[in-house]
């Protein structure tokens, strides 16, 4: 063998050693790095919390409307002339007053004919009476003159009736809108004169989901905001609606309020805090612990000075915690800084708050 051929073969050999040496020595490093406890990796300087039950009233954030006590069109059961208009728009009014009067001559005109044939008709009974009575008469012609009185009667009773009508009375006590007519105006009973509304007392008409439903009861007290203004109202359930929705899977009810001061206008939107069951060993966790995964969330938690994921169920929220359902038990340290970089096994060095 020449003699430049030994040379390449020991280079070549030189080459293939020093290789295969770094080779070793980095599997060796990567193999202690994974061994126990992490071998020499420093551990994650994170802080936790000791989870401890704890009495937690659970609210449920809903949207309602907001609707007068009572409302209703005012409008007269008579056709005629708008003879007078006895309110004032936009002023309250009370049960009974009268808002409208409707012409009634023409009325009033067949009211004093039906009382004149009344009173023909009354004294022809009376004198069919008193001949029965004396046999000169048959019962049959008497019982003609009885049905005739009957009958004169009752045509004046009707007509007293549509006079009647023709004054237009607030059925409720209330506040009155705008006028729709004037005076002089031929009113029909499709007419709209006026809105009344009663704004004494408003209802407030919401939906729940139909999970909740078995914890709703008659009398359950709620508070409620408007819009524009940060005073909170309470109210009160009382009616629930007896089955469920099918389309949205809701049930609807409907609380009371009290509007002395008329600051609930109806038509608004309520924004509503529906107090469900107090939970007395809740378990809640800050929202910073939580991290979003595909199939839910989980968190977190050390062992042993090891950082352990564990998937969770959660439930209702306030501003900074959320009640966790299952996944977690009283006891353990839920991490609450530092997640994001933290992986299953890794070393943490925990700081309790």
């Known amino acids: ?6 040379i390449y073969l ?12 770094r080779i070793s020595e980095n599997k060796e490093k990567e193999e202690g790095g994974k061994g126990k ?56 009014v009370s049960k009974g007053q009268q808002l409208l009067k409707i012409n009634d001559l023409e009325l009033r005109a067949q009211l004093s004919q039906a009382k004149t044939k009344q009173t023909l008709a ?4 009376r004198r069919a009476r008193l001949l029965l009575q004396k046999e000169a008469i048959s019962q049959e012609e008497y019982d003609i003159a009885s049905a005739d009185f009957r009958s004169a009667k009752a045509q004046t009773q009707l007509i007293q009736a549509q006079i009647a009508k023709t004054s237009v009375k607030a059925p409720f006590s209330g506040k ?8 002089g105006t031929y009113a029909t009973p499709t007419t709209v004169i006026a809105n009344l ?3 004494s007392q408003v209802k407030i ?14 009398n359950t007290q709620l508070s409620f905001t408007v819009a524009g203004s940060k005073e909170v109202f309470s109210a009160k359930i009382y009616a629930i609606e007896p089955g469920i929705e099918v389309e949205t899977r809701t049930l609807k009810m409907r609380a009371i309020a009290d509007n002395p001061t008329g600051k609930l206008i109806p038509g608004t939107f309520a924004s509503i805090a529906l107090p469900l069951d107090k939970i007395n060993d809740a378990l809640l966790v800050p929202t910073e612990a ?64």
């Open 205 to 218: 008409t919401f939906s729940i989901p139909e999970k909740y439903a078995v914890q709703m009861k008659i």
């Open 197 to 199: 509304v009663n704004t």
């Open 122 to 125: 009354s004294e022809n009974e």
């Open 176 to 183: 009155i809108g705008l006028r729709s007519i004037s005076k």
């Open 10 to 21: 020991l280079l070549s050999i030189v080459l293939g050693g020093m290789i295969f040496y």
């Open 290 to 353: 939580l991290i979003p995964v595909q199939n839910g969330k989980k968190v977190f938690i050390s062992v042993d000075g090891k950082a352990k994921e564990v998937m969770v169920e959660t439930g209702a929220r306030t501003d900074k915690e959320v009640l966790v359902i299952s996944g977690l038990k009283a006891g353990d340290t839920v991490l609450t800084s530092g997640v994001m970089t933290l992986k299953e096994e890794s070393p943490v060095q925990v700081k309790l708050k």
């Open 37 to 92: 406890g992490g071998g020499d990796k420093k551990p994650s300087r994170v802080t936790g919390i000791v989870l401890k039950p704890q009495v937690f009233s659970d609210n449920l954030s809903l949207s309602g409307s907001i609707e007068a006590n009572e409302q209703v069109e005012i409008r007269s059961e008579v056709s005629g002339i708008v003879e007078s208009i006895n309110f004032e728009e936009g002023t309250l």
């Open 1 to 6: 063998m020449k003699p430049k051929y030994i």
